[in-house]
């Protein structure tokens, strides 16, 4: 059974959006990172996003600043990532995954040890 569940993919055309939701009850005190990542077939797991309660900090990926958006909503126990002007190269299962919280650099793919299903996210026209 997995802790952290995604929702919100999809296939759409490219420039439009998706908001995919992680709901990850365990994970939302301030001790934990929690971060969105993307794999495509034959390549490795790249780190899209990740927010650190802990820090305060965010990180995004080179390929999504400027288009994605991640943030977490305490109450409702989830972090939200919206993609906007979706690209065809956004194209990947996208997880999401958490971490202990930390001072050191952020969003480092090695040291998330919790992982939910994926989702995957077509953008094709």
């Known amino acids: 059974q997995f802790k952290l569940v995604e929702s919100g993919g999809g296939v759409v055309q490219p420039g439009e959006s998706l908001r995919l939701t992680c709901d990850a009850p365990?994970?939302?005190?301030?001790?934990?990172?929690v971060g969105w990542f993307r794999q495509v077939p034959g390549k490795g797991r790249e780190g899209v996003s990740c927010?650190?309660?802990?820090?305060?900090?965010?990180y995004y990926a080179e390929s999504v600043k400027g288009r994605f958006t991640i943030s977490r909503d305490g109450p409702k126990r989830t972090v939200t990532l919206h993609m906007n002007s979706l690209k065809p190269e956004d194209t990947a299962v996208y997880f999401c995954?958490?971490?202990?919280?930390?001072?050191?650099?952020?969003?480092?793919?090695?040291?998330?040890?919790?992982w939910g299903q994926g989702t995957q996210v077509t953008v094709t026209s």
């Open positions: 995954a958490a971490r202990l919280g930390s001072v050191g650099e952020i969003c480092r793919l090695e040291e998330y040890w919790e």
């Open positions: 365990e994970f939302m005190t301030h001790y934990y990172e």
């Open positions: 927010i650190s309660e802990l820090t305060k900090r965010t």
